[in-house]
């Protein structure tokens, strides 16, 4: 008897052991003192390495933004722009805008025939796809605010990368190989992407090393005023591109109030316009508050229902109200009222989907790329900073200029080219995010960090253009409604709604058949074939122990580095 005792004590342990182990394993890269995750292990080491140096997360935040220009060329940029929100340890938050703009020479018809009708492919490949880019405007303006290390410890770790080079991934190589006949398509000369690449190949960038000695020397002017822009404005002229020196010299960064809102005990700090992200985000999460989601559990038909039905709601109002907050007046209080978003959902029922063609956008009185990439970061001293940044499609608009080492943008597809016709990525605009010089186009771009009880919970983030919204909401709700740690709320299969087309996105064998039966049954139309991947979110958790948790998304090479 007693020797059964001890063979079922034994078994028990082992299970407690194995069970032990599959929810430590479940749990992403955890760290004491600081993070760095981001779409690529060598530019999150170089983020880590400077707070290891002394700096903080905004001088993390250069030299992370400028290693995924090396490391990830496919959306990390010095010819794009993005959006930065931040919290210091003493709680004060904010935002930088380092969004693209349209050049001078830009006309609202631009990209229209005499027709009136959308010319495929002027908007997004080429060089009159190309907004002026603010990612250089962007660092330097973060660096000079609030950096503590000087320029040169940031940017030489980078331009080390740059000449070394990177070895190239298996999802790098195929991506690569991808696109060469869009390369080939507008570029002149030849390009060094022009090879077949295979995995564990080493890409060297000398071109960028030399860009980014002369940005050491010379400072944010040098890419605005100086021989690099000379450089960028000959090159885009000879591709038949509208961009001038004096666009460049125009350009300034812009620091934004973020959208801030309540959802429970949380408090959630996201991007303000021209990003839909923190008005989308809030619109959402206040319509489902009222719904008791970790009781109908994750991603079952009454939350995945819930969600949906807000979503479209949101996205709705999105394409209507939504543009650059220095063009037009965008109703932000009405917006994310109470009562605004309580009427938004009077007519929703479990029993059967909403029709898109029933939902526009709400009565007030008064778009994006797949290709975009982000990055989170908490440092040592309790400073967080959540950074999304894009060329917009895959490689931009596919001109690269050799002799500056680096991919331009294709943002102009994110205005609206004609009201009512979607861009690449399916979403429909207004007169709101019209073409006009020095204007921002609108983004999905959702830069966002979440406080628990007045303490730093979460720095979040994703590339995934119009299901960048969607993809934060969902890592949210996945640690608070579902109590995931985060690299489960990462990993978690995602679903989306952008109101039109009217049509639930699912990752593919990811839900159960059944579910999407029961979807259909009530209404709604489901897509799993086009869903390959929805968002790569990128995130840290603060842990109730005050150690840091990475959550780096398995849908690419990301990775988070800690110490």
């Not at 060598?42 to 935040?61: C, T, V």
């Not at 690449?197 to 980014?212: F, G, M, R, S, V």
């Not at 996205?315 to 220095?326: E, F, I, Q, T, V």
């Not at 999407?516 to 139309?525: A, P």
Request: glycine share 8%.
């Amino acid at each position: 008897m007693k020797k059964i005792f001890y063979i079922l004590l034994l078994a028990f342990i082992c299970f407690s052991c194995k069970k032990n182990t599959e929810t430590i394993s479940k749990r992403g890269l955890v760290s004491n003192k600081a993070m760095v995750v981001s779409a690529r292990v060598e530019a999150s080491q170089i983020g880590a390495d400077i707070l290891k140096k002394g700096g903080n997360a905004f001088d993390a935040m250069v030299g992370t933004g400028l290693a995924l220009a090396v490391s990830y060329p496919f959306a990390g940029n010095l010819g794009g722009g993005g959006f930065m929100v931040y919290r210091q340890s003493n709680g004060t938050v904010g935002g930088l805008d380092y969004r693209e703009k349209a050049p001078l020479a830009a006309t609202k018809n631009m990209y229209l025939d005499e027709s009136g009708e959308v010319i495929p492919k002027k908007s997004t490949l080429g060089s009159l796809a190309i907004g002026v880019p603010g990612s250089i405007a962007g660092l330097f303006d973060v660096h000079e605010k609030f950096g503590n290390l000087p320029i040169k410890d940031i940017l030489e770790p980078v331009i080390a990368l740059a000449k070394k080079g990177v070895v190239v991934t298996k999802n790098q190589a195929k991506r690569l190989n991808h696109y060469q006949d869009q390369f080939r398509l507008v570029n002149n000369d030849s390009l060094l992407f022009y090879k077949v690449w295979k995995e564990n190949d080493t890409i060297k960038y000398p071109a960028l090393a030399n860009t980014l000695e002369r940005i050491l020397k010379n400072g944010r002017d040098e890419f605005y005023k100086g021989e690099t822009a000379k450089i960028l404005v000959k090159f885009i002229h000879e591709h038949g591109g509208i961009i001038t020196e004096d666009d460049l010299a125009k350009y300034q960064a812009k620091w934004r109030k973020p959208i801030t809102f309540s959802y429970d005990d949380l408090k959630v700090i996201s991007m303000s316009p021209p990003s839909s992200g923190g008005i989308c985000l809030a619109q959402i999460m206040k319509m489902i508050e009222p719904y008791n989601l970790s009781e109908y559990g994750h991603n079952s038909l009454k939350a995945i229902q819930v969600i949906t039905e807000a979503e479209r709601r949101a996205y709705a109002d999105r394409s209507y109200y939504l543009g650059d907050p220095d063009f037009v007046s965008i109703p932000t209080d009405q917006l994310i009222s109470d009562a605004y978003l309580k009427s938004r959902m009077s007519d929703f029922s479990f029993d059967k989907a909403t029709p898109s063609s029933s939902v526009s956008h709400g009565n007030i009185e008064v778009v994006e790329s797949n290709e975009t990439t982000h990055y989170s970061i908490i440092d040592q001293l309790g400073n967080a900073i959540s950074v999304t940044t894009t060329l917009n499609g895959a490689y931009g608009s596919k001109l690269y200029c050799s002799e500056l080492g680096f991919f331009l943008n294709n943002e102009m597809d994110d205005f609206s080219s004609k009201p009512g016709v979607p861009n690449m990525f399916g979403l429909i605009g207004a007169e709101a995010n019209s073409i006009a010089p020095e204007k921002r186009m609108l983004s999905s771009m959702t830069p966002t960090i979440v406080e628990k009880n007045g303490d730093l919970f979460m720095s979040v983030g994703t590339p995934g253009g119009s299901t960048i919204i969607t993809s934060v909401l969902q890592t949210i709700l996945n640690v608070h409604e579902f109590n995931m740690t985060m690299q489960e709320a990462v990993d978690a299969p995602r679903f989306h709604h952008q109101w039109l087309p009217d049509v639930i996105q699912m990752e593919p064998h990811s839900f159960d058949k059944n579910l999407i039966k029961e979807l259909e049954n009530r209404g709604y139309s489901v897509n799993e074939k086009d869903s390959p991947v929805i968002g790569k979110v990128d995130g840290i958790l603060v842990l109730n122990d005050k150690r840091l948790e990475g959550g780096a998304d398995h849908r690419g090479d990301d990775a988070a580095v800690g110490f």
